[in-house]
């Protein structure tokens, strides 16, 4: 992988940035490095989104509807084109910069109990889940793999955070990667099967785009039981995780730099991938994230990033 930081006299600069980085501010980035470097790893862990921004926004050249609600397949042709309108009705709502946020939450609640109730009506299975992702050409950005295996090393937790279904995303992991990790957590919404191996409910709180930015560490946090939101943490590495108080954050969109609002956080590192709209969009993606990658870029800059934060610790 290509160069981004050289370390000159305990001082880190940056050197050579690839074509696809933009950092507005490298000064202001290598002294936050220092911080979490002089913390150490226990103090530090890694918030994500996951779609477009673990997985790749184009595969082979094309935008699909690779995400983990886009990808499913009920198979059931009546209930897929049902799940389809929502969207067309819905998603232009969730991108309209001109309507309230309390009025766009409560269409956010709408939509996502209308699909939930669709998918539950439709009896998804976990086998249409299965063959859904296999038949899908969603993808993770080359070097995921990789960081998640150099974080597991340092026992720093990775979690991702999605507005999607849990359940695709595990599954999505488990087809794409090559084996599990144990400190990757995903928190979204998470189905509940009968004996019959059909989807009968989802657990607790409904997760949608607008409070996954806003609550997104509580539902990890000791309230997740009586959230209903099971990560699969013992309460107390919970409270460690609010502990750790350096984050690297990485989001697709600005308003996923709120995911690390729940966590009185010391020093936090951000990352964004900016996919579309490069030039509406990069001023303010790289006044908002420390590093910007752009055109689809792969994972290695994250991995370097953090190689150089920690690899040299005992
Ligand atoms: P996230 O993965 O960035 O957290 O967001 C989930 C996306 O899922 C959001 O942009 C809207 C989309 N979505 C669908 O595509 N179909 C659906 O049925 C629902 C409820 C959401």
Known sequence: SSCYFRHDNHQMEPCELSANTVIAHPRALTD????????????????????????????????????????????????????????????????????PIDEKTKLMEEWWGKTHELLIEGGLTYDAIKKSVANSSIAFREGVSELFEFLEKKEIPVLIFSAGLADVIEEVLRQNLDRTFKNVKIVSNRMVFN????????????????????????????????????????????????????????????????????????TRISIGFLNDNIEKSLESYRESFDLVYLNDAPMWGALELVSRLFSTEA
Not at 200 to 226: C, Q, T, W, Y
Not at 232 to 254: A, T
């Open 32 to 99: 936050k490095m220092t911080l979490i470097r002089d913390a150490g790893p226990s103090k530090f862990q890694v918030i994500a989104d996951f779609d477009a921004t673990l997985t790749r926004y184009r595969v082979n050249g094309l935008r699909g509807r690779q995400t983990s609600h886009g990808l499913l397949q009920q198979g059931d042709a009546y209930y897929d084109a049902k799940r389809q309108a929502l969207y067309d009705h819905y998603h232009p709502l969730e991108i309209s910069p001109v309507i």
């Open 195 to 266: 004996d019959d191996g059909q989807l009968v409910s989802f657990k607790g709180k409904l997760i949608h785009v607008l409070n996954k930015n806003e609550h997104a560490l509580d539902m990890a946090a000791p309230l997740h039981d009586r959230l209903g939101v099971d990560i699969g943490e013992e309460d107390e590495e919970n409270v460690n995780m609010k502990e750790r108080r350096n984050v690297l954050l990485m989001g697709d969109h600005l308003g996923d730099l709120r995911m690390s609002d729940g966590l009185d956080y010391e």
